[in-house]
């Protein structure tokens, strides 16, 4: 059985994740920012090294296409992820899927194999939706799933726009998005999460993708003297945002169900230690595999912002971020992902994603699967983010083969 080329592989992921890297090493590379940039230039880099034809659309995701004369006109095998990165991220995390794509088509280039089909690889743009909201936006505008100038006037975090930043860069490309119409999409992935580990099952065959819900909560109170100011005569923002916090956190932990919440952000001004806060900002992110629930624990979360209200005599409005239904992968995938386990002799199980993939948009356009291996400790979107070489060659050789039965 033909096998992935290792060291180049777990090279490129180290030398990869060396970029970007802050004062405190902290490996950041924010969508469309300067150390995006240098990530950007060296797999494109890579990508004319194997002699691929490099595409850049206009929201600047990025492909390398093999394609022959005699194949160029089928819809191609696409196979993807993201090398945009949370703060302080892993240097597994959506790279680990770009650089195994590109080292499967210079594997079955080298081995002289002949596809009937183009096979590309791509790194879509602002995956992670840390800089600019939604995530998953590039492959979200490649399924068609949100127009280009709206993702191009995102305005960032940092006040910042989308489509400025991707020229400034130098990666608003000239292809139209959704030039690339695949004929299948794979992406391999860390599981981000503690069950392959845990079942000591070395290959995730995933089959479904939760459910997500992002919102922004602003809450405006009335700043005043936090000593002169009686408890009964207060807006304070703060302690309104601390009491969702709290009823939503606690309802979610008490359920017997699957959903998680998570408030990652969370600002106060004027964010004075003796001024009550006359506003709070914090986002929401939930998850379900579920739409019902999902729905519902959306409705019971409303309902409760209503009733604090006026409890608590502040205004409270909320900003939807994002909002993705749970998604199905291609059951004949799945299935060709368990056969090639089974025949290197690899354990394999079918799961679902607890996280967020560019896997998820492309599924909307073409039948997609993903391919997950261990995260050790289940940690992610951290430093701590790691998965041993063994596991990574082995989930790479999966893609391989099954890159290779889909591009015959
Ligand atoms: O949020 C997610 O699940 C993904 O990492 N963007
Ligand atoms: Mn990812
Ligand atoms: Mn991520």
Known sequence: MIAIDAQRLLGRIRELGAVGRDGEDRLIRLAASDTDKQGRD???????????????????????????????????LLIGSHIDTVIDAGIYDGCYGVLAGLEVIETLKATGFSPSRPIAVAAFTNEEGVRYTPDMMGSLVHAGGIDAETVLAAIGTDGSVLGQELARIG?????????????????????????????SVPIGAVENLQGISWQRITIEGVANHAGT???SMRNDAGHAAARIITFLLDR??????PTVATVGTIRFEPNAINVIPSRAVFTIDLRDPDEQRLQAEEAALAAYLEQLATDENVTISVEQLARFEPVIFDLRIVERI????????????????????????????????????????????SPREHTDDAELVAGANILLDVAAQLAK
Do not use: C
Not at 49 to 71: E, H, K, T
Not at 185 to 198: A, C, D, N, T
Not at 252 to 257: G, M, R, T, Y
Not at 355 to 368: K, S, V
């Open 42 to 76: 060296l797999f494109v880099g890579w990508l004319r090294q194997a002699g691929l034809d490099v595409a850049i659309d206009r929201v600047g995701n990025i492909f390398g296409i093999w394609q022959s004369p005699d194949n160029r006109e089928l819809a191609p």
């Open 171 to 199: 990666y608003a490309g000239d292809r139209e998005p959704g030039f690339l119409k695949p004929h299948a999409y794979l992406e391999l992935h860390i599981e981000q999460g503690p069950v392959l580990e845990r079942e």
């Open 229 to 231: 100011t009686p408890m």
């Open 252 to 257: 979610i932990k008490a359920s017997n169900a």
């Open 338 to 381: 368990e056969a090639a386990a089974k025949r290197r002799g690899l354990g394999v199980r079918r799961m679902t994603s607890g996280a967020g993939h560019d896997a998820q948009m492309l599924a909307r356009i073409a039948p997609a699967a993903m391919i997950f291996v261990p995260s050790t400790g289940g940690i992610s979107h």
